[in-house]
């Protein structure tokens, strides 16, 4: 089974063809271990293998077919994988005990979805290695990079990545080395780190120990390419990875980054018969991740060539099982499940350092009345620590939570934001009405500059407030790129205070700001080659004061905010009111100064 190992990004799949060709032989096997237990366990001890090659090769038998029916999510995986470890057990062959163990982690995590279990069995597996010097640990540490990369857990995949492969490299285990070269590129590609992205994987391909992960290697180069858009760089490493091969188990999966990166390009050449493997992939494959990934990229194609019905219905597909599904069920246990091993682990060690410390006492009983007395006040101050630091856990644990629960909140919320401006875009484009689009437009903008507040609320660290000045630096960008402003004409100036501002104080103010770019961006330079937009927010005299100016024609001479029936101004001056801003406006033909000054606001 070790040389079997999971690949990151490439779901594993049984070959069915494979399987079906040889259904005759798995019958057989299928009778040989159903009597197995029978053989195993016989009072006559002399009819029992020899524990040498024979009973090594009958625990490696057993546990090759728990990974086989692994793959395919059969439940009889589970009886294979723990037939082996007692045999292993009854024989003290330690090494078979931690592949048996490995073993039953791979059922639990892959089969049954229960982190926390295969968690249990990985540290189990590791222990035992550890203990008995075997060179099996690094396959364990792999495994469990692989379940914190899968959940996205991306520094704790790196760490056990790394140690798997520092024991390999000392080993000599040069397939497991290109193994865990090949994740970690994965994980650096998704930390849009490109260039060691690129770097570890072209060094995996250095490693000639095995054709078949050369082909998991092109698929993740060319995705590496697609993440930078370089789709023409990212074609021949996808093609590669898709070619029907006895080699390339995995090139119905590779099928996503060419399908995507074709769509980029809008090319269809050659596409139609790669669609329909696509399609009956994604329909047969049981994997929740692979499948959510398929139906994306298909929407995704299929929304290039205009096919809007198709590329909805895949959409909701994919929406389905990645929002309403499988995101509701493992972050909490995947963050929490190291916890627990190391508490136990802790427990354990406590405990036999609590009966060495007895041991000790015992020994020195001699030493009279003085010393009972000393030792007694030395274990009631000790327990009293250790109440303190229990206590003291359990509130950085509750704390955590709460933190992992809000970072949740804004993740979610953002997200929703997200799908109401793909809803208002798709909308959009079915308007003719230049006046009605421009309005959808207006308010897709509106949902953005929401959506990236919650978005910088769940990736800063303290979740108390956002950076003014990355914010606005990010929303500016946004509406630029919106209104196809050609960056060379319109220069944007920040002078902007760092300063961080909570959420009651952000939204309404990032709207404000959102409405007066937009204004600028629209009307400001329509008789103009050039201008500036100048955007101030700086702290004076504790009030907050925000300045955004332009060097355009200016405002209309009879313009009254008062009476103005638009809806980006009443937008302004009812948000204003909520900050409780004085809001100033000055035009000439020089351009135009809006200026709000806010009192009291909280910052951080």
Not at 211 to 233: H, S, T, V
């Amino acid at each position: 089974m070790k040389n079997k190992r999971r690949i990151y990004s490439i779901d594993l799949l049984l070959n069915m063809d494979v399987f079906i060709n040889s259904l005759i032989k798995q019958l057989l096997k299928h009778i040989v271990f159903f009597l197995l237990p029978f053989i195993f366990f016989s009072k006559n001890n002399n009819n029992i293998f020899y524990f040498q090659e024979n009973e090594k090769n009958t625990i490696n038998t057993l546990i090759d077919r728990a990974w086989e029916l692994t793959l395919i999510e059969n439940d009889s995986a589970l009886f294979y994988s723990q037939q082996a470890f007692q045999i292993a057990k009854n024989n003290n062959y330690f090494l078979g005990m931690a592949m048996a163990l490995e073993s039953q982690g791979l059922y639990h995590e892959i089969v049954s979805g229960d982190y926390a279990l295969a968690s249990k069995f990985y540290f189990e597996g590791i222990e035992i290695c550890e203990k008995n010097n075997l060179n099996y640990a690094s396959s364990i540490y792999h495994s469990l990079g692989v379940m914190f990369h899968t959940s996205d857990n991306y520094e704790k995949a790196l760490e056990y990545y790394n140690t798997a492969y520092n024991i390999a490299k000392e080993d000599k285990d040069y397939m497991l080395q290109k193994k865990c070269l090949i994740n970690i590129g994965s994980i650096y590609s998704s930390l849009e780190k490109y260039q060691k992205a690129e770097e570890i994987m072209l060094a995996s391909l250095d490693i000639r120990v095995n054709n078949e992960l050369d082909f998991n290697i092109y698929a993740n180069l060319g995705n590496l390419f697609i993440r930078q858009k370089q789709f023409k760089e990212a074609i021949p490493y996808l093609e590669k990875s898709v070619e029907i091969h006895q080699d390339n188990l995995d090139s119905e999966k590779n099928l996503m980054y060419l399908i995507e990166a074709k769509a980029a390009l809008k090319d269809s050449i050659r596409m139609k018969p790669l669609i329909k493997r696509a399609i009956i992939e994604a329909e047969n494959i049981t994997a929740m991740r692979a499948k959510g990934n398929l139906y994306n990229a298909l929407s995704g194609y299929f929304y290039a060539f205009k096919d809007y019905k198709t590329a909805f219905d895949y959409h909701k597909k994919y929406h389905e099982i990645f929002v309403e599904k499988k995101e509701k069920q493992r972050d909490q246990t995947v963050y929490d499940l190291e916890t627990k091993y190391q508490t136990e682990k802790k427990e354990r060690e406590l405990e036999i350092k609590k009966a060495n410390e007895k041991l000790f006492i015992n020994s020195l009983w001699f030493l009279g009345v003085l010393l009972l007395l000393v030792t007694f006040f030395y274990f009631k101050n000790r327990k009293k620590n250790q109440l303190l630091a229990e206590q003291k856990a359990l509130l950085e644990t509750t704390l955590e939570d709460k933190n992992i629960l809000l970072k949740e909140i804004h993740h979610r919320v953002k997200n929703n934001l997200q799908v109401i401006s793909s809803l208002l875009s798709l909308q959009q484009r079915q308007i003719s009405d230049v006046k009605a689009s421009q309005a959808i437009q207006e308010g897709r903008d509106r949902v953005k500059a929401m959506a990236l507040i919650h978005q910088n609320l769940y990736q800063d660290t303290d979740l108390i407030g956002v950076e003014i000045n990355d914010y606005v630096n990010k929303l500016a960008k946004s509406l630029i790129k919106n209104y196809q402003v050609d960056e060379t004409r319109i220069e944007l100036k920040l002078g902007i205070d760092t300063i961080k501002l909570d959420v009651d104080t952000i939204i309404p103010l990032g709207l404000v700001i959102n409405e007066l770019i937009s204004n600028a961006l629209k009307y400001a330079f329509t008789d103009q080659t050039s201008g500036v937009i100048d955007i101030s927010l700086k702290i004076k005299n504790n009030l907050l004061i925000l300045s955004v100016t332009d060097n355009g024609k200016g405002l209309p001479k009879d313009f009254n905010i008062d009476q103005i029936s638009s809806l980006g101004f009443r937008l302004i001056k009812a948000f204003s009111e909520k900050l409780k801003a004085k809001l100033d406006l000055n035009s000439s033909k020089r351009g135009t100064e809006i200026v709000l000054a806010m009192p009291n606001i909280k910052t951080n």
